[in-house]
Every structure is written in structure tokens, then in C-alpha cells.
């Protein structure tokens, strides 16, 4: 049946994770490729997922956020004291956990440091990364949990460092500026921003991305043979969420159901949420699946 998402470990919770899509992305890295390629790597679903599956044993991870990509710093380089780190905070919060949230949230803002911000998204609402307009971490707590056990924690954040291994490479820089560098040999995965929250500063996100300047960035990809994959876009029942890529990139295009949306639940409809994924029609015939293909990854997902 493949990979499975329930095998395949996360470093911490992130709303917005590529994590359920991951096993049907990966479908699509061509046999030629040497090493994938994450401009907005986030949680690094993607990359995690392929490096368990075998597919590639390189790596390029990068984000405009800064911090998280400190926190991928320690993740890769020194997950046991992050661990360690994170063990400390965890038993220190009992009897005192919005207090405690609170104060570590205080102190990110201020130090910005990697373990504070593991914490946070282990605690907080959605495990979602907000901002105010004054570029504070102000998400609330999750009353409803205390956050992943330490044990678990270690052992998650130790399994996707030996996955991906040491020399990884990690960077914070402008996405376009990854993309100039990407080759032949990579596979590129890009998961920008949701559309609607981009030009300016956005209190749920560091930055947001420009939609005709990324149609031009994919354009460029084309034009040099570089291989990529994109979700961009969705739907919620009769709900769309953003707009398609435009026809002229001739992409494939598939949705994959990645569950029923929570919100409808609550309102008492039955509404099931699919993402849209885009893969370029890249020269590697080996490795680029077809229509069928992609039905069947599809069902594999709703299955797992």
C-alpha cells in the first residue's frame, strides 16, 4: 500500500504540515532526481516523507522565517539536547500551564530561541505560527493538551535528523532566490503561503507571495527542465480556496481529499476538504506518473 503517513515521523506540529499530502507528492520525483528542494519548507513534510521513502538523500530546506529555520538548525545538528531542552520546559509548566505558556511565549519574542518555539507550537492553537503587526508570536494555548510527551518528542526529532541527515542544507532567504540556484537534478516542492494573505505583513504568517510573481517563478522553472511540484489551492465542499494556476503552465493537476473539515463538523454539515497538488510535465518519463496514476495515489490517501 506504500508509505503511510502514521509511519513516517514529524519534528512538531505545524497547521498547514503537507504531512497527509506527502505520501502522493512524493509519487511524482523523477528517478534522475539527486535531491529535493523545499522553499517553503514549514514543518518539512515532503522532504521527511521522501527521505523515509528512499526516494532522495539530498536536501535543501529553506524559509523566510527565520526562527524556524533556528529550530530546524538544532532539529538536524543537535536534536538531543533540543530534546533535552524541551524536556525541561514540558515538566516545568505543571500547575502553572498558561502562566508558564505565556512567560515562554514572552521570552521567544525576546531571545527567539529554537527550544521556546518548539514549545510553542507543541502547545498552542492549531500548532499555528501567528504574528502581530508588531512581529510577536501571539498565538494562545491549547488548554485542551499539555503537548507532545518528552519521550515522544525526543524520539521524533532524533528519527527526522538521522532521516535527513547532517548534511542537509538549511537556509533563510527570499524563495525566489533558492529557485534561481535549483538545478536539473532537483525536484523542487513548493507550498507558498495560502493566496489572500500576500504582499504585506499578515498576523498569521511572516510574508506573504506575490501570485503573478509566482506564476513567473514557475514559468522560469519550465523553461529550464527543473522538475517541481505545487499546492496552492483547495476547496472545502462547494468552497474554493484561492485561485488555479493558469492553463498556459500546463501542469497536471490532481485534488486529493485530505479529510472532512472540522469547522463544517461543528455546524453540522459533512464537508470534505481537497487540495489541489500542480506537477510539471518534466522529460523524466521514469518518474513522472500519469492520469491513472494519479487517481491511484489519490485513493491510496483517502484510504490510509
Known amino acids: 500500500m506504500g508509505l503511510r503517513t502514521h509511519n ?43 527521505a523515509f521513502a528512499g526516494n532522495v538523500n539530498e536536501f535543501w530546506l529553506n524559509d523566510a522565517h527565520r526562527a524556524l529555520m533556528a529550530l530546524w538548525q538544532r532539529i538536524i545538528h543537535d536534536p538531543d539536547e533540543l530534546a533535552a531542552a524541551y524536556m ?30 518548539l514549545f510553542l507550537l507543541a502547545r498552542c492553537v492549531k500548532a499555528a505560527i501567528r504574528y502581530n503587526r508588531r512581529g510577536e508570536f501571539n498565538n494562545s494555548p491549547d488548554h485542551r493538551r499539555k503537548g507532545m510527551m518528552p ?23 527570499d524563495y525566489k532566490k533558492v529557485l534561481a540556484e535549483a538545478t536539473v537534478t532537483d525536484f523542487v516542492f513548493l507550498d507558498p503561503p495560502y ?12 510574508s506573504g507571495v506575490d501570485f ?14 527543473i522538475p517541481f511540484a505545487v499546492s496552492y489551492d483547495g476547496r472545502t465542499g462547494d468552497k474554493v480556496h484561492g485561485h488555479k494556476l493558469p492553463d498556459h503552465l500546463n501542469l497536471y493537476h490532481a485534488e486529493v481529499l485530505v479529510g472532512r473539515s472540522t469547522q463544517a463538523t461543528l455546524l453540522g454539515r459533512s464537508e470534505e476538504t481537497f487540495e489541489s497538488i500542480y506537477v510539471s510535465r518534466h522529460p523524466d518519463p521514469t518518474g513522472m506518473p500519469g492520469r491513472q496514476s494519479v487517481k491511484g495515489a489519490r485513493e491510496e490517501l483517502l484510504f490510509a
Open 151 to 173: 519521550g515522544t518528542m525526543k524520539d521524533s526529532l532524533r528519527l527526522v535528523a538521522e532521516a535527513l541527515g547532517s548534511e542537509t542544507k538549511l537556509t533563510s532567504v
Open 88 to 117: 525541561g520546559l514540558w515538566q516545568s509548566q505543571h500547575g502553572r500551564e498558561r502562566d508558564f505558556y505565556n512567560q515562554v511565549r514572552s521570552d521567544f519574542n525576546t531571545s527567539q530561541k529554537p527550544e521556546l518555539l
Open 212 to 225: 503573478d510573481e509566482f506564476v513567473c517563478e514557475l514559468e522560469s522553472l519550465k523553461e529550464r527542465e
Open 8 to 50: 513516517v515521523p514529524q519534528a512538531f506540529p505545524y497547521q498547514g504540515s503537507k504531512r497527509r499530502l506527502a505520501p502522493v507528492i512524493i509519487k511524482y520525483i523523477p528517478e534522475s532526481a539527486r535531491r529535493l528542494v523545499e522553499p517553503f519548507a514549514g514543518s518539512a513534510a515532503v522532504s521527511v516523507a521522501a
Open 195 to 206: 493566496q489572500g494573505v500576500g504582499g504585506g505583513r499578515d498576523n498569521r504568517y511572516i
